[in-house]
Nanobody, 128 residues
């Protein structure tokens, strides 16, 4: 049974930092492309970053340079370090696993449908 559980969200003032975690279980975590997505109220879900098994990372332009993704395969955990947060980063953040591939193609960032398992999300709220 594949499970993805996000944690680390919360409320922070603009300019602050948060570190999100995604604990994975029930599958060979190290052999799948993983991603972080987010969805703000009234908006469509968008890709934040994808991370393949050998260090291939693709970031949303608006977070590039502020957010950093990392994978700890030994702990089956995906992280998202978020620095210099802005109010526009406010959203529910989701961890997801791609379908049957260790490769994160660049276009996956714009296609949530390529991911077959999702966590329940963790809320990030950035105030000004």
């Amino acid at each position: 049974q594949v499970q993805l559980v996000e944690s680390g969200g919360g409320s922070v003032q603009a300019g602050g930092s948060l570190r999100l975690s995604c604990a994975a279980s029930g599958y060979s975590y190290s052999k799948y492309c993983m991603g972080w997505f987010r969805q703000a109220p009234g908006k469509e879900r968008e890709g934040v970053v994808t991370a393949d098994i050998d260090g291939g990372f693709v970031y949303l332009d608006s977070v590039n340079g502020r957010f950093t993704v990392s994978r700890d395969n030994a702990k089956n955990t995906l992280y998202l370090q978020m620095n210099r947060l802005k109010p526009e980063d406010t959203a529910m953040y989701y961890c997801a696993r791609a379908r049957n591939t260790p490769i994160c193609y660049s276009w996956y960032l714009k296609n949530p449908s390529e991911f077959d398992y999702w966590g329940q999300g963790t809320q990030v709220t950035v105030s000004s």
